[in-house]
């Protein structure tokens, strides 16, 4: 599966921002989904993460500001990012995979990844 994120880019405090994964597989809706970002000297770090069922799983620190969804017709997860803050300033990846429940939050359980997108925050 190859994937193409885009959407990142500079934004405010509060502002809102939408970034799309474009896959490239025919059997998308049988794959999980996610984001991840990675701040600069931070590690990568689990953001949302939607499966094949529809259920959604978010980070902490994104709940109720983010919302991640897939559009299967058109090969697509999204990640809506409301009320940004500068500390979500990072690159954000999309990966695919078919973890298992208990490691949908882990980066290794996907084996497929975008190249990135970088969302920066400013206060």
């Known amino acids: 599966v190859q994937l193409q994120a885009s959407g990142g880019g500079l934004v405010q405090a509060g502002d809102s921002l939408r970034l799309s994964c474009a896959a490239s597989s025919g059997t998308f809706s049988s794959y999980s989904m996610a984001w991840f970002r990675q701040a600069p000297g931070k590690e990568r770090e689990f953001v949302a993460g939607?499966?094949?069922?529809?259920?959604?799983y978010y980070a902490d620190s994104v709940k109720g500001r983010f919302t991640i969804s897939r559009d299967n017709a058109k090969n697509t997860v999204y990640l809506q990012m409301n009320s940004l803050k500068p500390e979500d300033t990072a690159v954000y990846s999309c990966?695919?995979?078919?973890?298992?429940?208990?490691?949908?939050?882990?980066?290794?359980?996907?084996?497929?990844w975008g190249q990135g997108t970088l969302v920066t925050v400013s206060s």
């Open positions: 939607i499966r094949w069922t529809g259920h959604e």
């Open positions: 990966a695919s995979g078919r973890p298992i429940l208990s490691t949908i939050r882990n980066s290794s359980a996907y084996n497929s």
